[in-house]
């Protein structure tokens, strides 16, 4: 028969007068301790798994001493920085043995039983706080008087537009075609004879005879 347990956050697989090193946990060498955090159990075959713990299955160990573990060296280096740190550390342990499994019978966990504490003291807690609420003072409002609305003057119908009037139109007759005709005519006529009429040409400038050089004179007289 064995068991999974869990001890100080640590899980261990334990059977009965085994020896095991677990962190250092409280209470003084000698003393028993029961450890109420079985997630799995084997009993000649017939394993039982716990959703996450099993309900009234217990472990049953004592505590032989307290002890440090072997040193484990602790060694740091930054290769090319001249770089480098050595440490040395001792975990604190401690040693039990397992005296029983328990795999029903045992006492509930204590998280358990704290639920149903806590489940019982609230509604009896909610029950004393609950009281008759006292009734609402009815607030008394002065009523104001509010001045009543002036009755609203009747508009008077507005006056239907007048349709707007159709221009009509003027009839055309042979006369006034006619006399538009000769106006058009009329205003053409001078504007075609003035272009017609071309200025004078200009009359040409006389030119006077280039005066001749006397022949018997010399450029040395001159």
Same mark, same amino acid.
């Not at 440090?68 to 060694?75: A, L, M, Y």
């Not at 005296?99 to 149903?116: Q, Y």
């Given at each position: 028969m064995y068991a999974i347990v869990e001890i100080a956050g640590q899980q261990y697989k334990v059977e009965k007068e085994q020896e095991v090193f677990v962190h250092r946990l409280e209470g003084d060498a000698g003393s028993a301790i029961e450890l109420d955090n079985v997630l799995l159990l084997d009993n000649d075959g @017939? #394993?039982? +798994?716990?959703?996450?713990v099993i309900n009234g299955a217990m472990v049953k160990a004592k505590i032989v001493e307290h002890l440090?573990?072997? @040193? #484990?060296? +602790?060694?740091h280096k930054k290769r090319r920085k001249g770089y480098q740190k050595q440490n040395g550390h001792r975990q604190y342990l401690s040693k039990i043995v397992i005296?029983?499994?328990?795999?029903?019978?045992?006492?509930?966990?204590?998280?358990?039983?704290?639920?149903?504490?806590?489940a019982k003291a609230k509604p009896v807690a909610e029950k004393k706080e609950a009281k008759p609420k006292a009734a609402p003072k009815k607030v008394v409002e002065a009523k104001t008087e509010k001045p009543k609305a002036e009755p609203k003057k009747e508009a008077k119908p507005k006056a239907a537009k007048a349709a707007p009037k159709k221009a009509v139109k003027k009839k055309t007759t042979a006369k006034t075609t006619a006399k538009t005709t000769e106006k058009k005519e009329v205003k053409a006529a001078p504007k075609a004879a003035a272009k017609k009429e071309t200025k004078p040409a200009a009359e040409k400038k006389e030119t006077k005879p280039k005066a001749k050089p006397k022949t018997g004179e010399t450029k040395e007289e001159k």
């Open positions: @017939k #394993v039982t +798994v716990g959703t996450p440090k573990g072997d @040193k #484990v060296i +602790v060694f005296e029983d499994i328990l795999a029903s019978g045992a006492k509930k966990t204590k998280k358990a039983e704290e639920k149903k504490v806590e």
